[in-house]
């Protein structure tokens, strides 16, 4: 299982990336925007993308809709705001699989990724 | 007839000084006679010194007279002044120049052009075996000779009249080493090395941040946000604003420090201070205080004693004693005091006791900034809510190492050390309604105020005991107006 995280923040990436290992996802690749995130997604396959939706270069829905056209079956988790929730809907028309809304705790945060794994079915 | 002869004859001219020698042949005189031989012999007739190369000076004039038939006025000999001596000087090496301190400032980011002043150094810090000068001899200097052959004296060089104290080596070289690890000063006369960083004002921008391996005394105050790290002890005579002192010895601070709740200290020997306002930190051995700690989150790893002093808010734990003449105040401000044995800082267990110490303030700092942000009024734009979650995930993360670390509340931690509790606490005026007493595993809660004098200390049997005066030593669980939730 190969989970991408993309997020300009590396205080959470660092978090997320504990939190993945505490629930047994040792490979991870980190991404600090989401040009960034195309550049290295070729290379890494990843098999979950955690990613953030405001972020510098490139931000988040832009990512997921240069991805989808390529990849339609990687899941992907946006991590969105309170008052980003209303454009939700936008970015599951462009793809993403589930949302997270920030503040969010550790535990919110590993029950969504265990949520969506689910329900596309993938290996946890 | 005779004059109009004279007048026709070459003539040797000596220049004021006796600083050249020339020869003159006018128009009118005897090719013949004009010959090296006559020159040279009018030459020394007046005393001129001739050399090969004069001679050859001579030759070649009279040569060029009898061919061009021309008059000549020409230099054909010059003194050799003298080379006075120089005076010996000092050079300074690289970086030790004393008359150039404070001029750097700190470190800059070019990215940006900020500078950081708090970082700039007034000092000139040496360590042992540094070479900080060269001091270069006086030279004798060279005679010189006139035109005449007569010598021409030069000065020599004056001594340079510095004293190199004990504290550097002044090698037959010249090199100028330190012998020890301090503070360079150079006062025209005297190049010293001191042990100790004698501030003469108050540290502030003109000195800098202060860090020093040796004694540094302050002979004024210390400025908000400056920095003061010496590895042994630090005195300041004057008044500590919101400052960092850390120290490896004692920390002396007469007049006091008012750290209004950014202050902190770190002192490795004992503390003598005059007031303590809103300071947190550690100390490693005595806290001696002549008023009061005010709201003060501090360690003592030794006594505390402030016979005249009292402690008013805040939470103060210590290893030792207590002596203090009030706890709490007559306004009732909550005051908390923790009696416990802290395990030697440099066990295993008092490293992780440390760290659980510095893990458990972190938290404590994100959960208050954590609260702030989600009472304001900009938590849900999306730069609050990014640092929310990252303020959550941050304590998270802590709150699983200090699960790791076996402890996950502060109380138990305080607990676990609180057991080993032998101190005792003695207070001669008052002490005060909500003042509450740690002490080993009793949690003592002072709802009423009591009188002093007053001693409270564990006995034997784990009981909290407590003595009035001379009184007959009873239970603490017995004393009106106390709750004694351990003993309940």
Known sequence: MRVMLVDDSKTIRRIQRSILEQIGYTEIDEACDG????????????????????????????FLKTFRQRDKATPVIMVTTEAEKTRVIEAIRAGVNNYVVKPFTPDTLQQRIKETLAKVGAPQ | MADARAADQPTIVIEPQRTAARVVIPIGADPELVTVSMLLSLARERGVEVGSKGEEVLRRLSERFRAERAPLNEVFAEATPPRHGIDSSIEWQPGFDPSHAGEAAGPSDPSSGRIDFYARTSFIRVHREDHVATILPATEGLDGRDVCGRTLAASAGKPLTIEVDASLARLDDGRVIAQLDGQLSFDGRRIVVNPVLDVQGTVDFSTGNIAFEGDVVIRHDIRDRFRVRATKSVTVEGLV?????????????????????????????????????????????????????????????????????????????????????????????PTELRLTKEPDIDSPEGKAAAEVRALHAQVATMEKELATLRSSATARTPTAAERMTELEFEIADMQARLKALGFTDPAVEEAGLAGLCTSTLTVSRMVHARVTLRLGHHLIVFNDPVKGPIRIWLEGTRDAMYQLGEGTPRSLRDMPGVMDRAAA
């Not at chain 2, 020997?269 to 709201?295: F, P, Q, T, W």
């Not at chain 2, 989150?297 to 004693?305: A, D, I, Q, Y």
């Open chain 1, 35 to 62: 040009q960034d995130a195309l550049s290295r997604v070729v290379a890494f396959q990843p098999s979950l993308i955690l990613l953030d939706w405001n972020m510098p270069n490139m931000d988040g829905l832009t």
């Open chain 2, 241 to 333: 604003d919101a400052s960092h002192i850390e120290c490896g010895g004692d920390l002396t601070a007469r007049r006091g420090v008012a750290g209004r709740a950014e202050g902190t200290i770190e002192v490795g020997g004992s503390a003598h201070i005059g007031y303590l306002d809103e300071v947190s930190g550690h100390i490693g051995k005595d806290l001696l205080c002549a008023r009061e700690i005010m709201r003060c989150h501090l360690f003592v790893g030794g006594n505390l004693v402030s016979d005249l002093g009292a402690i008013i808010g805040g939470c103060v734990t210590v290893a030792g004693d207590v002596r203090v003449a009030d706890l709490g105040s007559g306004g009732d401000t």
